[in-house]
Nanobody, 124 residues
């Protein structure tokens, strides 16, 4: 089992920045690809960003490319999502997830362990 705890959400004005963090425990962190997903009210959960086990490979949904950066620190068993130039449409609950793929997968079903979610609200 892997326990995943995500944090760092909050209320920010459009154009601002937030950094989300996700701490994992229970098994060897570097054995898992990590991803961030989000879910806005009334919408399905969608992929945001992912990072490979080694941290070399990353993937982003088109709407966040150039604004969001995913990174990981395997020594600290933590993955980060730096979000810049935030827009009101980025408002959602953000979920961190761990999965057994070696690469940065965007597929929901490739992730087995999920955090509880952290709310990000961007005001216009």
């Amino acid at each position: 089992q892997v326990q995943v705890v995500d944090s760092g959400g909050g209320l920010v004005q459009a154009g601002g920045s937030l950094r989300l963090s996700c701490a994992a425990s229970g098994r060897t962190f570097s054995n898992y690809a990590m991803g961030w997903f989000r879910q806005a009210p009334g919408k399905e959960r969608e992929f945001v960003a992912a990072i490979s086990r080694s941290g070399v490979g990353t993937a982003y949904t088109d709407s966040v490319k150039g604004r969001f950066t995913i990174s990981r620190d395997n020594a600290k068993s933590t993955v980060y999502l730096q979000m810049n130039s935030l827009k009101p449409e980025d408002t959602a609950v953000y979920y961190c997830a761990a999965g057994g793929r070696t690469y940065a997968s965007s597929r929901f079903n490739d992730y087995n362990y999920w955090g509880q979610g952290t709310q990000v609200t961007v005001s216009s």
